[in-house]
């Protein structure tokens, strides 16, 4: 039922489906400036509720030797959780063997999360960013 209720106030603001696009474009802008801040460059989306953001500027700056896998992508994700207490996504898991270097330099994040957890996410890259300088 609840289908059929946004489908009746699909031209009004409150729509479920008009807002979500709003508030998507909120915490889109929010994170990519928050992965900008820490020196990654962010691939800002036009849809959907994951950011890419490159990291490889940061890689010098990182120790993964305490990780293990093929990946640079695995390894700094796992980094990251790790040491951080931040979860991304290693994207080079969306591409076949051949292909999997293109995602190494790029970490994955979604961003359709309570305000809350993105600004916990800013205050652990804040402090991170603080670290590195």
């Known amino acids: 039922r609840a289908f059929e209720l946004e489908m ?3 031209k009004s ?3 479920y489906f008009r807002s979500i696009s709003v508030d998507l474009v909120k915490k889109r802008d929010f994170i990519a400036r928050v992965l900008g801040d820490v020196g990654m460059n962010p691939v800002i989306p036009e849809g959907g509720y994951f950011i890419m953001a490159n990291w490889s500027q940061l890689a010098d700056k ?3 030797s305490s ?3 093929e990946q640079r992508d695995y390894r700094f994700v796992k980094w990251l959780s790790k040491n951080r207490k931040l979860q991304g996504i290693p994207p080079s898991a969306f591409f076949s063997k051949p ?3 293109i995602g190494e330099d790029y970490i994955r994040f979604c961003f359709i999360k309570h305000d809350d957890s993105l600004q916990k996410a800013e205050e652990i890259l804040s402090k991170w960013r603080k670290e590195l300088a």
Do not use: Q, T
Request: proline share 0%; glycine share 0%; with cysteine.
């Open 8 to 10: 009746s106030r699909l």
């Open 13 to 15: 603001d409150d729509c």
């Open 62 to 64: 990182i120790d993964l």
């Open 67 to 69: 990780e293990s896998d």
């Open 99 to 101: 292909h999997k270097y």
